[in-house]
């Protein structure tokens, strides 16, 4: 699911990693609204607020909704500096470290977001941005840029193109591939609404503890990758010993 790049990946992989993250992404999206009325999964908003502001002549809010935007930006930045950095050493680390310290950032903001909420919420929708940031630049760069998660404006454009696209393809491979991405953007759709529910229904009993949910859906992800790894090189051995016993 994340050790897959380039031509190795599948549909099923990308399906997935996109229900997987997707799930969680709106799980964030819900629960940092509720708790922040930030938006803290994207920033396509955060620049209309942001020259709002300006206009208005209020540039310390102006620099807030900046920050918002650069602390996605440094999440998308640090994602990839992980991955060239640890592919040099542990390719099987590269994808699982970033994961990791996005499962960490959500686990932190889940037991200390009630007191950031009163004291800094800012910091805690600067925290969200920044998990979101990170996970959208790491799915970005495992799915050679077919999968995101983390906003649907784009995905419902692609979903719209690709619909209309129904009507005029008429060979067979041709249907088959636009079905398959289709799958794709209504799965990632499908998740997010799911998680937005689980967020919205959690957060009303549980506050920003419904984080933890999401936090535990990624480290159960790194857990099911890495046993799936060591079941493929376990099935490459016993096949392997047949073989060298014959010589």
Same mark, same amino acid.
């Given at each position: 699911?994340?050790?897959?790049?380039?031509?190795?990946?599948?549909?099923?992989?990308?399906?997935?990693?996109?229900?997987?993250?997707?799930?969680?992404?709106?799980?964030?999206?819900?629960?940092?609204?509720?708790?922040?009325?930030?938006?803290?999964?994207?920033?396509?908003?955060?620049?209309?607020?942001?020259?709002?502001?300006?206009?208005?002549?209020?540039?310390?809010?102006?620099?807030?909704?900046?920050?918002?935007?650069?602390? %996605?930006?440094?999440?998308?930045?640090?994602?990839?500096?992980?991955?060239?950095?640890?592919?040099?050493?542990?390719?099987?680390?590269?994808?699982?470290?970033?994961?990791?310290?996005?499962?960490?950032?959500?686990?932190?903001?889940?037991?200390?977001?009630?007191?950031?909420?009163?004291?800094?919420?800012?910091?805690?929708?600067? &925290?969200?941005?920044?998990?979101?940031?990170?996970?959208?630049?790491?799915?970005?760069?495992? &799915?050679? &840029?077919?999968?995101?998660?983390?906003?649907?404006?784009?995905?419902?454009?692609?979903?719209?193109?690709?619909?209309?696209?129904?009507?005029?393809?008429?060979?067979?491979?041709?249907?088959?591939?636009?079905?398959? &991405?289709?799958?794709?953007?209504?799965?990632?759709?499908?998740?997010? %609404?799911?998680?937005?529910?689980?967020?919205?229904?959690?957060?009303?009993?549980?506050?920003?503890?419904?984080?933890?949910?999401?936090?535990?859906?990624?480290?159960?992800?790194?857990?099911?990758?890495?046993?799936?790894?060591?079941?493929?090189?376990?099935?490459?051995?016993?096949?392997?010993?047949?073989?060298?016993?014959?010589?």
């Amino acid at each position: 699911m994340f050790r897959h790049k380039g031509k190795t990946r599948t549909l099923q992989h990308n399906l997935r990693i996109a229900s997987l993250l997707s799930f969680v992404a709106g799980i964030v999206n819900v629960a940092g609204f509720l708790a922040v009325q930030r938006l803290t999964t994207n920033v396509t908003g955060h620049f209309a607020y942001l020259i709002d502001e300006v206009f208005r002549l209020q540039f310390w809010k102006g620099f807030i909704y900046f920050l918002y935007i650069f602390f %996605f930006f440094l999440g998308s930045f640090f994602s990839n500096l992980l991955i060239e950095l640890l592919a040099k050493n542990n390719r099987k680390l590269s994808h699982t470290v970033p994961i990791l310290v996005e499962s960490i950032i959500l686990f932190c903001a889940a037991f200390f977001g009630d007191f950031l909420i009163h004291e800094n919420p800012n910091l805690l929708a600067f &925290s969200l941005l920044f998990a979101m940031g990170l996970q959208n630049s790491l799915v970005t760069t495992i &799915s050679n &840029s077919t999968v995101r998660t983390t906003h649907l404006t784009g995905l419902f454009t692609d979903l719209g193109i690709e619909l209309s696209q129904l009507f005029f393809y008429r060979e067979k491979e041709q249907k088959s591939k636009l079905f398959s &991405s289709i799958k794709l953007r209504l799965t990632i759709i499908s998740f997010f %609404f799911l998680g937005g529910i689980i967020g919205g229904v959690f957060y009303s009993r549980y506050n920003l503890y419904v984080l933890i949910i999401a936090s535990i859906t990624l480290l159960l992800a790194i857990v099911y990758d890495n046993i799936k790894l060591k079941l493929i090189i376990l099935k490459r051995k016993r096949v392997a010993k047949p073989n060298s016993a014959d010589l």
